[in-house]
């Protein structure tokens, strides 16, 4: 999946409470490459600073917290809030409530502003990177949720792997992908896993199929031309809106 020529440079940054993994294909580890990574890993951690500044619901001064204390400014002073704000409605009615932006009652859109955070950072800080002749390919993935590209024309894919809900050690599954976003949920010892062109709806899509039955996600899957895997007593994988194999998962 990469030549001689590709070197993997990796760094990963704490911040929102949560670890952020940043990778650059290059073609070499050269002077000039290495600063790159530098400097887009300052920019990274310095953008994500400002996004936890704005939308941590842990932040007195952020415009969540202002939002949950009844102050309605936040919708009509920030675009981004106010982006955020329609996507958590909209997943709400998409998903018949089964995504709901509310924590005991107060508005709490923290499992959209995490991925949201990685598109982020993934359009303004490093898709420019692809612009430029050292660097093939990108990624950066928070809370194990990813968005990745490679440079048009270059045979590089991106290794992405799905492991068993019961144990992180455990690879089921691993996709091979050069451009787009996986997002996976877990919740009673079942994993659905979504590739999406957004990680934003991945992420979504993740977290209804990781909480209902099979027989409830399939009406959305079919709908919404989902792709991804769900593992439970069964791994059953689906591509662009249809169920595509079913295994039973080994006791």
């Known amino acids: 999946m990469k030549n001689n020529q590709q070197v993997i440079l990796k760094n990963e940054i704490n911040q929102m409470n949560m670890n952020f993994v940043l990778k650059l294909v290059a073609l070499s580890s050269s002077p000039i490459v290495m600063e790159q990574m530098r400097v887009v890993v300052a920019w990274v951690n310095e953008h994500l600073k400002q996004i936890d500044k704005a939308f941590s619901p842990f932040r007195y001064d952020s415009l969540v917290s202002k939002f949950q204390r009844g102050d309605q400014s936040p919708l ?3 675009n981004e809030f106010k982006t955020i704000y329609n996507s958590a409605i909209l997943a709400q009615q998409m ?3 089964i995504y709901h932006p509310y924590f005991a009652g107060r508005f709490d859109p923290s499992g959209i502003v995490k991925n949201w955070a990685v598109e982020q950072i993934f359009n303004d800080d490093l898709k420019p990177l692809l612009q430029t002749s050292d660097i093939v390919a ?7 949720n990813s968005k990745f590209a490679t440079k048009q024309g270059v045979d590089f894919r991106w290794a992405i792997d799905v492991t068993n809900p019961l144990s ?7 996709y091979y992908l050069q451009n787009g976003a996986v997002a996976s949920d877990k919740s009673n010892d079942k994993k659905a896993t979504i590739i999406r062109s957004s990680l934003v709806e991945a992420g979504i899509w993740s977290l209804v199929g990781s909480n209902v039955t099979m027989d409830e996600f399939m009406p959305f899957v079919a709908h919404y031309n989902l792709t991804g895997i769900v593992n439970g007593q069964e791994e059953i994988n689906f591509n662009l809106g249809s169920i595509i194999e079913i295994k039973k998962i080994k006791g």
């Open 76 to 78: 009509t002073s920030s």
């Open 138 to 144: 990108i990624y950066i993935a928070g809370d194990g």
């Open 168 to 174: 992180d050690e455990e690879i089921t599954t691993t």
């Open 95 to 97: 998903t018949n409530d």
